[in-house]
């Protein structure tokens, strides 16, 4: 059980109980893991490359139901998932990316609202190649919120864009974040992007949580953070 500020017992978003994952005979990827997520926590996930943080996410997506493995996942039931490219579908115009899918009455109105909160409003009837890079993500993020998940999963969202861009990226999905108050999990390379947007960071290694570390920023600098995790990561020369 998670508490919450006021030390009272809350029900985690998201709880994951001894999670096995492997693809071949070499061993598990994930090696029984566990985790849980409070609601509207902002969870950062980094580890070195292939050490299984887009496996864990793809798992809490339900997108790897032919892998083999085992563990319990408890997931809300309503999941978005963000990618580090945009997936929209070429042949449909913004507006429509953005509420394919949805139903009910006043969603196109809905979409547009969320298009205005992503800073879109008026790119409602562009085609997805007539926007850049970081315009195409912010469409990506309208289409998830659109459909006020309880749980959103990013998986290096912000991975192919450039430094400026990101830098404004961040603020979007704080601000978002802020309005939305979804759980969310955030797989990244970078330790700044994590300790810039998460509540809390956790360093996965060996197929479990080698770390977990609140971002208290009462208590700790971001730059001793950022020195800590790098550590953790095994950089060498860029630790304390
Ligand atoms: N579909 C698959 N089939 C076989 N092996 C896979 C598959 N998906 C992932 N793997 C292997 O599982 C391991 C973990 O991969 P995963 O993509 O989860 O790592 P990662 O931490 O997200 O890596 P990166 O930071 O480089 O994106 C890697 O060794 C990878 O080769």
């Given at each position: 059980m998670a508490t919450d500020t006021r030390g009272l017992t809350t029900t985690p978003a998201v709880r994951v109980r001894n999670l096995h994952r492997s693809f071949?005979?070499?061993?598990?990827?994930?090696?029984g893991l566990d985790l849980d997520i409070a609601a509207g926590e902002f969870v950062a996930l980094i580890g070195r490359s292939g050490t299984g943080k887009s496996t864990l996410l793809r798992a809490l997506a339900g997108l790897?139901?032919?892998v083999a493995g085992r563990g319990r996942i408890t997931v809300p039931p309503s999941v978005s998932v963000v990618f580090q490219?945009?997936?929209?579908?070429?042949?449909?115009?913004v507006l429509d990316n953005v509420t394919f899918g949805l139903r009910g009455h006043g969603s196109g109105e809905r979409g547009r609202q969320a298009l205005a909160e992503v800073?879109?409003?008026?790119?409602?009837?562009?085609?997805?190649?007539?926007?850049s890079g970081g315009e195409q993500q912010r469409v990506s993020l309208a289409r998830s919120l659109v459909r006020e998940p309880q749980l959103l999963l990013a998986d290096e969202?912000?991975?192919?864009?450039?430094a400026l861009t990101r830098i404004r990226m961040h603020a979007l999905l704080r601000q978002l974040c802020a309005a939305h108050r979804p759980a969310v999990l955030l797989v990244t390379h970078d330790v700044d992007e994590a300790v810039v947007l998460a509540d809390r960071v956790i360093v996965l290694d060996g197929g479990v949580v080698r770390a977990d570390v609140p971002v208290d920023l009462g208590t700790r600098s971001r730059d001793d953070l950022r020195a800590y995790l790098l550590d953790e990561l095994g950089v060498e020369g860029e630790g304390r």
């Open positions: 071949n005979d070499n061993g598990g990827v994930l090696n790897d139901r032919d490219d945009s997936r929209l579908l070429p042949w449909k115009r800073g879109l409003a008026g790119r409602e009837r562009a085609w997805p190649f007539e926007l969202p912000f991975g192919a864009l450039d």
